[in-house]
Structure formats: C-alpha cells, structure tokens
C-alpha cells in the first residue's frame, strides 16, 4: 500500500528526529561502537496508572506515532548540529544516522479510541535495538499527551450526560495544540480537524457599547415580508412590555448591554447567543418560587450584587421576541459567574413563561450555556443540583487536564536477540512484564468487558465458549477461570516494510471507538468516586515465565 495520502491530517512541523532527548542519540552511538547495530529488541509502551484517580484511559496519539515513523529522517542539519554538539563521536556514526531509516521496524498497537488500563503495551516496536531506541521519547511524548486528553475529555462527556461540551481553552492551554468536543471556539482546530466551531462572544463586546445612538444601523428585514423594520425600536418596546414580567425598574436596566445585544442580533440574526452575566443576569432576590433548590449564594441575606444594573436576561429575551417578530429564531444565552445552577433555574423559568405566555414553543428550549472555570466535579455537582444546562463551555481543566497534568507511560525493553529483559523494582507496580506478549480483550454474556489477558506468543488464543486461567500477574492467590462469550484481539499490525499497514481511522471513527469502548467498561469501573478496578491478567504459562524469570535475575541478598 502506497502511504501517501493515508493520513488524513498534517503532523505538526515539530515532530522530528531530534525532538528526543540527547541520551537516546548518546545510547544509539554506544550500541553502534559495541557491535549492537544487528540487535533485534522489542518494547513496551504502556502506563502503571490511570490518570484522574480513575479507573479507564482512553489511548490516542498513535497516528501521529506513524507520521512520525513514516517521516522520520536525520537531516543533513540535523547532522550537522549533531557533529557540533556531540564533537567525540566518530564521523561514521553520522553516516550510520544519516542513512537510518524506519523499515525495519514492526509495529503492532491497539486502536486508537480504545479504552485501555495498567501494564497492556500500547504499543509494541519491534526492530534493530538502535532505531527502536531512538523513537522512545518522540512516540511517548506524542501519546502521553494525546492519551491523557483523551481519557480527560471522555470523563467529562461522561460526567455531562446529554449537555453538549464545547472546548474553549486555546487561551490557557501550555501550548497551541489540541482542542474539541461536540465542538470548539479554536478556528484552526475546526478548520484541520473539522470539528464544528462554535462560540458566543466576551464580555468586552458588552463593555464597548454604552447606549443605543451607537447602533448606526438599525433595520433588519423580517424573514416574513422581506421588509426592513426598525429593529432597535422594536426590542425597545418588547423590553418594555417585558419590565413588569422581571420585576425590575428601569433605572436597573443596561442601555449598553442590550445596545450590544442588538448589534449582535443584526450581525448573527439566525445565531443568537449572548452573554447574559456583564451586569447582573436578573433581579436579586430571586421572585421565581424554588421548591426544590436553594441558590448556592445568592439567597444569603446581604450579599452583594455586582452592579446596579439586573439587565442581562431581561435584555436577551427583549431581543429575542423582536427576532422571532421577523421570524428569526434565537439560540440562547452563556452565563458565566455566579452559581450557575441557580440561574439556570431562573433562566429556564423566565423561557417556560414567555413561551407560554406569547405563544412561542421554542422559547422554552433556548440554550443555556454555562462557563466559568468548570471541571469534572463541578458537572457532578450541579447534576445533583438537577440544573437546567444545555451546554458547558470547558477550557482551562480540560485543555491543562488541571487534576493530572502527566499520564506518566514509559517505553521498556522487554525482548532482546530473542531473549527475555525484564526490569526489576522494589516496587512490585515498577517491575515489567517481559517477553513479546498478545493482549485479548475477554467478555461477558452481557457484552462486557471482563477482563484483558496477556499470554506469551506461542500459547494458544484464548477462544469463545473455552475456560481460561486467568491470573493476577503479581499475586499469586489472585486468579480466576473465565469461559468468555466474546473475545477481541487488542494488538494489530500498523506498521511493517516502512510503511502504515491498516487503515487508518478517520477522527469520527475515533470518536466512534471511544464510545463503543466506553460502553462495554461496567458503570462502576467509570464512576467518579471510588471506581472499581478493571482486571488485567497474564495467562498461566506467563505468570510462570515471569516468576521464574524474577527469580533467576533476583539476587539472594546475605544478611550479615
Ligand atoms: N451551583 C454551583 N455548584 C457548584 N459549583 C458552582 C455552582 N455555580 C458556580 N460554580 C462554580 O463555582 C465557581 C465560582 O467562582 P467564583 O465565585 O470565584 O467566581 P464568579 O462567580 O465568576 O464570581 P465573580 O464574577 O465575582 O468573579 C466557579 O468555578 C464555578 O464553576
Ligand atoms: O473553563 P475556563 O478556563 O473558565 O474557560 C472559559 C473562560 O474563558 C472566557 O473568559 P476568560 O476566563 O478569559 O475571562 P473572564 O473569566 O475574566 O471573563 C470565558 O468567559 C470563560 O470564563
Ligand atoms: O465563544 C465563547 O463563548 C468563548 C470562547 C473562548 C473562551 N471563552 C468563551
Ligand atoms: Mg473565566
């Protein structure tokens, strides 16, 4: 298969031979002087821990692993920055590194999207020990990242239910890349990932406009008649008529904000959506009667408002009925402070009346979005607090993954010329499972996923309808006999011959796999709270090799 044109996006220009760190390049010139250029080793990319406190990772980033490979080349500045820098090493490794390429690796890895746990590879590289060396820190840095995101977003679309997920975190990301959801306010992520973008607009489109003699124009023509109507008298006289109805006085009442408000309904007639919270977003205190909820705040007695003015409902909805008086159809409002269960109580009231009260069905369903700084226990909460959000603007916890900042994956040899490498910890979680090993996923009658099992290459497949042993691969007493309804290969060959050997996914069947995956993981392995671990095991045969292998390679230490 020519390669050309399997990958549907471009890798960023960064991605690249030297972006490692030096003691790979110092390690590939000490293999070569040793003799090590013929060494055939395997590795082990995988990770000890799911981030989060949780129990599920969602693995991402292999695509970007396979640009890399297919690309991968030492330039001839490359080269020469190398000479500069490593100036004891001998010219012919430069010619070595000049002419190395990625042929003759092998690389088998599981799909991207899918959910994965502790200690399975990832990815498995197989090929000579020098280039397989060198990829380490390029291929961990490009999934640890991808990885950790992945799994952040999924727990999110998880904790949100139905309200859609919007990502708005370009602004305090460490860097430029990465952004989604069900859509994203970064135009470049929408226009090389085709995710839909979407968005509202900041306060300081409110801030810039203090009254109505700066709204130079003021027709809009009624999708009705066609004809132009003077579309700031006409929300004038619908604030009006809507005054009594928010029990507020006119003197709380924002010029500049609905100035603005009407300004953007002109630009965006058929997109409206603003934000409501510059001013204060109603009257306080509340009038609408709550039985079930108490404001997080705003019921204290004496708390202060953040300004005179209670306009910002009152004058999205004056907007909003003159629109829908030249048959456009508003979209909704973001609010961004204060407690945002409250006032989406408050807001979706205020839409239930005028709907019924002027007869417009979709009034009761306009949008409400909520920002300001929300995270995954935010979302729990306000679900307890049974809010009335559609939608939830997320940046800085998603895009910096604030409760976790790393996924913490590392890259192990496990197989060199054929031979088992194992790495040996104190800490039990740190020792590596050595060997080449098969990953099968083993389900239920249900359909879910019971567990996943490792076993040594030359062992039989597990199969539907046979038992297997399956063990924890540390301790001993921990095993259990699963006779599985279905069974699912985890490991696939991607690459081969220097080229990508599959095809490769588009982002929709990405997002596809993740579900699909999701679904199949128990509810109590994905809670927020105290999730319960997923099993991964070895077979019989690996735990036997494993053992034996620890302890011919464990010292008997001599008590003295
Ligand atoms: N009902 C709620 N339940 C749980 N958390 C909430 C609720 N409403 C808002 N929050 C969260 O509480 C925090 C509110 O922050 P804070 O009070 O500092 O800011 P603010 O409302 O923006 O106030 P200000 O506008 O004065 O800065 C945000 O992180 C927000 O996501
Ligand atoms: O999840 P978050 O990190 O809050 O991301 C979204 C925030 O970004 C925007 O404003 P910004 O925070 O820049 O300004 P403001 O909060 O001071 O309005 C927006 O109004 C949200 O508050
Ligand atoms: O479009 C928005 O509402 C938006 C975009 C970026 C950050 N905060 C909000
Ligand atoms: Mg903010």
Known sequence: MNTEGVFSRQQNGVVQPL????????????????????????????????????EFTIFAG????????????????????????????????????????????VIYALDEGTVVFPRIPLIRVEGPLIITQLLETTLLTLVNYASLMATN???????????????????????????????????????????????????????????????????????????????????IKWRSELVPLFKVVITEVNDGELAAFISFAMAFPDQFMVL??????????????????????????????HSKYRSGLLNFCAVSLALNDLAFQAVGIRIDSGDIAYLSFVAREYFIKISAKYEIPWFKDLIIMASNDINEETILSLNEQEHKINCFGIGTHLVTCQKQPSLGCVYKLV???????MKLSQDVA?????????????????????????????????????????RHPFE?????????????????????????????P???????????????????????????????????????????????????????
């Open 62 to 105: 292999l695509e970007e692993c396979l640009k890399f490979l297919q690309a991968f080349h030492f330039s001839q500045s490359d080269i020469e920055y190398l000479k500069q820098t490593m100036s004891s090493v001998e010219d012919e490794f430069f010619e070595f590194l000049s002419n190395l390429s990625t042929n003759d690796v």
């Open 153 to 235: 977003a999924a727990r999110y679309r998880i904790a949100a239910g139905n309200s859609k997920l919007l990502e708005f975190g370009l602004r305090r990301a460490q860097g430029p890349d990465g952004g989604g959801f069900d859509g994203t306010s970064n135009v470049l992520a929408g226009k090389l990932y085709d995710i839909p973008v979407k968005g509202t607009h900041a306060h300081a489109y409110v801030t810039s406009f203090t009254s109505f003699s700066e709204l130079l124009m003021r027709t809009l023509h009624s999708k009705i008649d066609g004809k132009p109507y003077d579309f700031v008298q006409l929300t």
């Open 276 to 305: 409501v919270d510059t001013y204060d977003v109603e009257r306080y205190p509340c009038h609408v009667t709550y039985n079930t909820f108490t404001p997080r705040q705003k019921c204290l007695p004496n708390t202060p408002t």
């Open 430 to 470: 740190k020792v590596s499972l050595p060997g080449r090993k098969d990953a099968y996923r083993l389900f239920s009658e249900r359909e879910d996923a019971l567990i996943d099992l490792l076993i040594r290459p030359d062992e039989e497949q597990p199969s539907v309808g046979t038992k297997i042993l399956c």
């Open 476 to 504: 001993e007493s921990r095993r259990a006999y699963v006779t599985p309804s279905k069974v699912e290969k985890l490991h696939k060959l991607y690459w081969k011959d220097g080229r990508v050997c599959r095809t490769l």
């Open 506 to 560: 588009s982002l929709e069947d990405i997002r596809n796999n993740v579900s699909t995956s999701l679904k199949s993981i128990r509810s109590d392995i994905k809670r927020n709270h105290n999730p319960t671990p997923y099993k991964v095991a070895v077979s019989d045969n690996l735990y036997n090799f494993l053992h034996n292998l620890w302890m011919e390679n464990a010292p008997i230490g001599e008590l003295t």
């Open 415 to 421: 197989e060199l010329n054929h031979q088992p490498r």
């Open 19 to 54: 972006l490692t760190d030096l003691y790979q390049i110092t390690m590939a010139y000490a293999y070569w002087k040793t003799g090590k250029v013929t060494d055939h080793s395997i590795f082990d990319l995988f990770f000890r821990k799911n981030p989060f406190q949780g």
